[in-house]
């Protein structure tokens, strides 16, 4: 999908040149010996690797899920797929800090756009409610211009005709499981989607197209995550591509990727501009009011890039190598980190609540903090690039 963020992240990496290049220890910016950087950038590989793999997991956990609700559509197998979303989003929202870094996520030919775009018109993927008025729209409805639906037809369907009009991945299996959120932010409710819509007999039309588009929706989220397991894999080609770059380009990369998360699309597109207009349509999981999980994962993601930590994984890192050239700059990124994780966990949940009244709000006020906190925790991983000789581009 087209970002907005550009203008922004260049202005604030342009504000920031000048604190990255202040070095008040003397130190002239080459890391001591100890720490390689090539075993840096192996450390980081082996953690975008083993995350997708994760990812790929709970994803077949969900998909597993999906089927057996989709064969016996019940109340408790619809609780139990909706769970599974849940927990995918767990592994998967991590990930988003491999974004931005000129990897295979998000080329030209990358699957991001098919596994985490948003914000999604519900209306062209099944029926909304329209003040009370049920529009039977949608792919699903629309049985005379789609007689079948298939992979090939989803996948070619997503943001035709405009970047809201996203056909399938995470969010697309998130409207169908939980519906459009119409409850008022201060019912603290998700989507009220009834299971009956997948029902033979109920209430909703094409029941059975229904159920067939949430498991092709499923199995692309497999094909998508195995893709890019693929390319990571010990083996992988990407992997070796990546292995094989300038170290320098390589760390720039990885840089790039968690600040431009860190800087712009999770504070900017994920968090200001909900605020901004006060309305959880702007919000990342609007549907099942997940999005405080969201925003807890992305900053997870950056920090486990920047402190080389994974799971069980615990290599070399982009900090070890800040802490060897500027000391001052290690210690201000991590009481940054610490004051972002903070301020993140002191957001209102739902999501859709805190944003309800706006930015003045008392609830608004600690999303706003919670912005300016990843901000700074930005310019900070900024200034330790530059403390280690790498120049960040926006």
């Known amino acids: 999908m087209k970002k907005r963020y550009l203008t922004l992240y260049a202005l604030a990496f342009a504000t920031l040149t000048f604190v990255a290049c202040s070095d008040d220890d003397g130190n002239d910016g080459t890391p001591d010996e100890s720490t390689s950087k090539s075993k840096v950038i192996t450390n980081y590989?082996?953690?975008?690797?083993?995350?997708?793999?994760?990812?790929?997991?709970?994803?077949?956990?969900?998909?597993t899920a999906i089927n057996t609700f989709t064969e016996n559509p019940t109340q408790e197998n619809f609780d139990e797929a909706k769970e599974e979303w849940k927990e995918s989003r767990e592994s998967y929202g991590t990930t988003e800090a491999f974004r931005f870094a000129n990897g295979?996520?998000?080329?030209?030919?990358?699957?991001?756009?098919?596994?985490?775009?948003?914000p999604l018109d519900e209306n062209f993927i099944d029926y909304v409610e329209d003040n009370g008025t049920v529009t039977e729209g949608g792919i699903i409805n629309s049985t005379t211009e789609y007689p079948e639906l298939n992979k090939a037809v989803l996948e070619g369907l997503n943001?035709?005709?405009?970047?809201?009009?996203?056909?399938?991945?995470?969010?697309?299996?998130?409207?169908?499981?939980?519906?459009?959120?119409?409850?008022?932010?201060?019912?603290?409710?998700?989507?009220?989607?009834?299971y009956t819509d997948f029902v033979d007999g109920g209430t909703a039309l094409n029941q059975d197209r229904r159920r067939t588009y949430l498991n092709i929706c499923a199995d692309l989220i497999i094909d998508n995550l195995t893709y890019l397991v693929d390319l990571w894999a010990p083996q992988g080609s990407y992997r070796s591509t990546f292995l094989a770059l300038d170290e320098d380009v390589a760390l720039q990369n990885m840089y790039l990727g968690i600040t431009t998360l860190v800087l712009a699309e999770l504070p900017v597109e994920r968090m200001s501009v909900a605020l901004?207009?006060?309305?959880?349509?702007?919000?990342?999981s609007c549907?099942?009011?997940?999005?405080?999980?969201?925003?807890?994962?992305?900053?997870?993601?950056?920090?486990?890039?920047?402190?080389?930590?994974y799971g069980d994984i615990k290599g070399p890192s982009l900090a070890d190598l800040v802490k060897e050239a500027n000391m001052e700059f290690y210690t201000s990124t991590a009481s940054a980190i610490t004051e972002a994780e903070d301020k993140v966990g002191d957001i209102y949940v739902p999501f859709d609540y805190a944003i309800a009244e706006g930015e003045e709000s008392t609830e608004g006020q600690?999303?706003?903090?919670?912005?300016?906190?990843?901000?700074?925790?930005?310019?900070?991983?900024?200034?330790?690039?530059?403390s280690i000789g790498v120049t960040v581009n926006g």
Do not use: C
Request: glycine residues 8%.
């Open 287 to 309: 549907f099942s009011d997940n999005t405080h999980r969201d925003i807890i994962l992305n900053l997870k993601g950056v920090v486990n890039v920047y402190y080389g930590t």
């Open 366 to 386: 600690k999303v706003k903090a919670a912005v300016d906190a990843l901000m700074d925790l930005g310019a900070n991983l900024l200034a330790g690039a530059s």
């Open 45 to 63: 590989a082996d953690i975008v690797y083993k995350n997708y793999k994760d990812a790929l997991d709970d994803a077949i956990e969900l998909k």
């Open 104 to 118: 295979p996520i998000d080329d030209e030919n990358g699957p991001e756009g098919l596994l985490n775009a948003w």
């Open 159 to 194: 943001e035709n005709g405009g970047e809201k009009n996203i056909s399938v991945g995470y969010h697309a299996i998130e409207f169908l499981l939980w519906g459009q959120d119409l409850t008022a932010p201060s019912e603290f409710l998700p989507g009220q989607r009834p």
């Open 276 to 284: 901004s207009n006060a309305d959880q349509e702007d919000e990342h």
